[in-house]
C-alpha cells in the first residue's frame, strides 16, 4: 500500500487537510479509530472564529455552515449580581459563529469521503509510525474486519489524532520539547437538553467558582460549572447542577434558567501543553496533538483549523510543485497564533477564577480588571481583539 499522506485522526484538523489535498487531486489515506456514527454525533466545541470560516468557505467547506451557524455578537459578564453586556460586533464589526462541532465533522466527513471520493478508514485500531526520520515514513494498523495489519508507505504523515492519539507517544523528549501548564482547576462540563437561557454566552463570575453557559443549538445548551480537578461527575446530581447554575448565574433581571436532562456531564482537569516544533522528520502534528488549550476561551477548534490551512497549503505546494517552503516553515507559522492564544487563555482564567480562588487580594485585581473592561475603552478593544480571534478583522 502507498499514499502519498497519511492523515491520523478524522477530527477538524484532520478532515480539514484530507479536503484541501482532494481538492488538488491528490491522494491521502485518512485512519479513524471511532466509526463514522460516532465522530458525527460526538459534542464538544461549537465557537468558530471570523477568519477560521472564512478560511474554510475559500476551500470550498463552509456552505453548510453559512446556512445553518447562527451569528454571535456579544457576551456577558455577570458579578456581583449584576449583568454586564460586551457588544464586541458592534465595537470592532467583527463576530463569532456557533456552529457545533459535529456538524462541522459530519460536513468535512461528507465532502472529503462522498463528494471529493476520499479514502477514509473507520475503526482502525493499534495505529503505528515508523521510519518518521527517512524520507520514506510508513503507517500500520490493524484493519477492524480482516484484523491483519496494514503497512502504508507514504512521503508525509499528518498527525492529527488528538490529545489522546497515536503520534503524540512517539515524541519522546528527545524529538520534541512539550510545555506544560496546569491550571489546578476543574470544569464540570455539561450538556443539557434545553434551549439557550440567554441570547448571547454567559460568564458568571461567582465566590462559589466560575460558571458558563453557551449557546449550541436551538435544542442543547452547554454549561461549566468550576469544581476541584478530578472531581467525580456522580458528586454532581441533577438538582445540584442546577441549583449551583442558578446561583453562580444569577444576577439582577437575568431570564431564568431553562432546566433541562443533563445529557453530558464530564469533568475537565484544565490544562494546556504545546509541542515544538509541531514536526518530527516526515510527522507534521496538527490540532490537539500538537498543542492543548484548556477550553477556557474556546480557541482549540480555531487552532486545529489554522494548522489544517497550513499544513494543507504546504503540503500541496510539495506534493504539487516540489515547493518545500511551507512545510519548512509550518511550525513557526502556527506557533505563533498558538502561543497568543495559550497568553489569552491563561489571562481570562485569571478573570473566571479569581473571585472563587478564597484569596481576597487575587479577588480584588479580578473585580478591577473586569471594571476596566467596562470603563476603558482602550481596555475593551484589546479585549475583543483577542476574543475574536487574531485575523478576524484586525
Ligand atoms: P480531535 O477533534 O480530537 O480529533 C482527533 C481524532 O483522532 C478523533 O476523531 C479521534 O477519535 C481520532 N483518534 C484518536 N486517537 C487515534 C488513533 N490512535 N488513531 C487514529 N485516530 C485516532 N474548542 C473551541 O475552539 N471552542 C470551544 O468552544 C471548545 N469547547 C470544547 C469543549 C469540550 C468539552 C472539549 C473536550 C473541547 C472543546 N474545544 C473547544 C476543543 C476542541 O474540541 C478541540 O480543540 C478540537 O476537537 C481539536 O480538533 P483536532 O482535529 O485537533 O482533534
Request: glycine fraction near 10%; include cysteine.
Amino acid at each position: 500500500h502507498r499514499s502519498p499522506v497519511v492523515v491520523i485522526g478524522a477530527g477538524p484538523a484532520g478532515l480539514t487537510i484530507g479536503n484541501i489535498l482532494r481538492a488538488a487531486s491528490l491522494d491521502c489515506v485518512v485512519l479513524e479509530i471511532e466509526t463514522r456514527e460516532f465522530i458525527e454525533r460526538r459534542p464538544r466545541a461549537g465557537v468558530l472564529e471570523e477568519w477560521a470560516v472564512r478560511g474554510l468557505e475559500e476551500r470550498g467547506l463552509a456552505v453548510s455552515l453559512l446556512e445553518r451557524a447562527q451569528r454571535h455578537a456579544e457576551c456577558e459578564f455577570r458579578f456581583g449580581g449584576e449583568r454586564y453586556r460586551f457588544e464586541y460586533a458592534e465595537l470592532t464589526g467583527h463576530h463569532h459563529w456557533i456552529y457545533p462541532q459535529q456538524l462541522l465533522v459530519t460536513d468535512l466527513v461528507r465532502e472529503y469521503a462522498d463528494v471529493r471520493g476520499g479514502d477514509i478508514r473507520f475503526g482502525v485500531r493499534d495505529v503505528e509510525l515508523h521510519d518518521l526520520d527517512t524520507d520514506r515514513p510508513a503507517v500500520s494498523y490493524t484493519d477492524p474486519e480482516s484484523g491483519e495489519r496494514v503497512l502504508i508507505r507514504c512521503d508525509f504523515v499528518a498527525g492529527c489524532d488528538g490529545a489522546r492519539g497515536a503520534t503524540r507517544a512517539v515524541l519522546t523528549p528527545e524529538r520534541a520539547h512539550v510545555s506544560r501548564f496546569d491550571y489546578g482547576i476543574g470544569w464540570l462540563a455539561l450538556l443539557a437538553e434545553a434551549p439557550p437561557s440567554n441570547d448571547c454566552v454567559v460568564f458568571g463570575m461567582h465566590p462559589n467558582g466560575f460558571a458558563g453557559h453557551m449557546a449550541r443549538s436551538p435544542e442543547v445548551t452547554r454549561y461549566y460549572l468550576e469544581c476541584p480537578p478530578g472531581d467525580d461527575p456522580e458528586n454532581w446530581s441533577h438538582d445540584r447542577v442546577w441549583s449551583e447554575l442558578r446561583e453562580r448565574l444569577g444576577a439582577a433581571g437575568a431570564p431564568p434558567l431553562t432546566e433541562g436532562r443533563l445529557i453530558e456531564k464530564r469533568v475537565l482537569d484544565m490544562h494546556s501543553y504545546v509541542v515544538e516544533p509541531m514536526v518530527f522528520g516526515r510527522l507534521f502534528l496538527a490540532g490537539d496533538a500538537a498543542h492543548l488549550t484548556a477550553p477556557i476561551a474556546a480557541k482549540g477548534m480555531n487552532l486545529a483549523l489554522h494548522d489544517a490551512f497550513v499544513l494543507g497549503d504546504a503540503l500541496v505546494a510539495q506534493l504539487g510543485k516540489g515547493d518545500g517552503t511551507g512545510l519548512s516553515g509550518y511550525s513557526a507559522a502556527c506557533l505563533g497564533r498558538v502561543w497568543d492564544y495559550q497568553e489569552f487563555s491563561q489571562w481570562l482564567s485569571d478573570i473566571y477564577h479569581g473571585t472563587s480562588s478564597g484569596d481576597p487580594y487575587r479577588a480584588g485585581t479580578t473585580l478591577a480588571r473586569l471594571r476596566r473592561l467596562f470603563g476603558s475603552p482602550s481596555a475593551a478593544s484589546a479585549f475583543a481583539e483577542q476574543y475574536l480571534g487574531k485575523g478576524s478583522g484586525y
